[in-house]
């Protein structure tokens, strides 16, 4: 665990402004599922959520002509701002999901989404919340990728998403699968509950996501999924 969290540091860009979210075990997981891609010189790659940046400057790193998109103007302000800050070349738009790139397609796209179930009645996500609420099932975000995606991938092109096994890899493969991508969960890592799920967890237990069995909340875990899918050639 001291070596993961090591990496998720070593992701942080140098600058976050308040209410973006930062790397975290789950950037650190697609950051990993990232370094494992070929990515030849040049690749068009976009980063969907971008947040900080992070897997953007990344991709920046290994020689890609790389595109970051965020909901949120401070995002974008800070991703802008790392790009300078790293002399990375990253393009970075304001909008929601792909609406900024839909008349583009790309080699590589990388997403963590909101992906943690949020009990109805909670009140719209703002600020750091809207990079993880993601409705009653946690796939209000998750299903509008797995559907819009895929238009945007070049053939062999990859799409790599994160999220919690809570929101169903089985259903974010079969998706993919359905949209005729070669499609598999590729990375597993499990680590103990944060403070969002903290608060939630009997919520979660009676909606049937956590196990019904009684458990100390200081041992709960979380696993988290990358799932690679791929455009046949």
Known sequence: MPGYLAEVKSLIPPLALPGVYTPQEDTALLAGALSEEPLPPGADVLDVGTGTGALALQAARRGGRVTAVDVSWRAVCTTRANAWLTGASVR?????????????????????????????????????????????DGRFVLDRVCCEAPTLLRPGGVLLIVHSELSDSGRTVGHLRAAGLKAAVTRRHRIAFGPVLRTREDWLRECGLLSADAADSADEKEELVVVRAELPL
């Open 92 to 136: 970075v738009h304001r909008g929601n999901l792909f609406a900024p790139v839909r008349d583009r397609s790309f080699d590589l796209i990388l997403t963590n989404p909101p992906y943690v179930p949020t009990p109805t009645g909670v009140r719209p996500p703002r600020g750091r919340a809207r990079a993880w609420d993601a409705g009653r």
